[in-house]
């Protein structure tokens, strides 16, 4: 845990960190936008494609962040950060009716998934019984 948290205060560790938190500001910037968007209007289907493209990877870094601040004992941060990703979730499952790119692709990319991962298939030897 002390090596995680001296990697979270060098350099690399800042860059990183800020990275994140930029994209989760992105994500709760565009659910804003969605949701003060006209319902099927262009502006909110593409607000709510990214919202819902940014908010996976911005639960998990702010999951990383909130055990940071748990490692260095910053309570106040802590209770912060997971109220931060307690929207986020919430928004995220809240909404499930949103007209965005990913409505459907779950089917499409299981059903292209089992087709790449199938066993090619076996052809049988002809026999020249005649």
Not at 20 to 35: E, H, K, N, P, S
């Amino acid at each position: 845990m002390e090596s995680a948290s001296m990697f979270a205060g060098s350099l690399p560790g800042l860059i990183l960190m800020d990275l994140g938190q930029t994209m989760v500001v992105v994500c709760l910037c565009f659910d804003m936008v969605r949701a003060l968007s006209v319902p099927r209007s262009h502006r909110r289907y593409v607000a709510s494609t990214i919202f819902r493209t940014l908010a996976v990877p911005s639960i998990l870094v702010m999951g990383v962040s909130v055990l940071a601040k748990a490692i260095q004992w910053s309570w106040m941060d802590v209770t912060m950060g997971v109220f931060v990703m307690v929207m986020i979730i919430f928004r995220l499952h809240h909404d499930k009716d949103e007209d965005n790119w990913w409505k459907g692709k779950g089917k499409k990319l299981a059903r292209w998934a089992r087709k790449q991962l199938a066993p090619p298939p076996a052809l049988a030897p002809v026999s020249s019984a005649a």
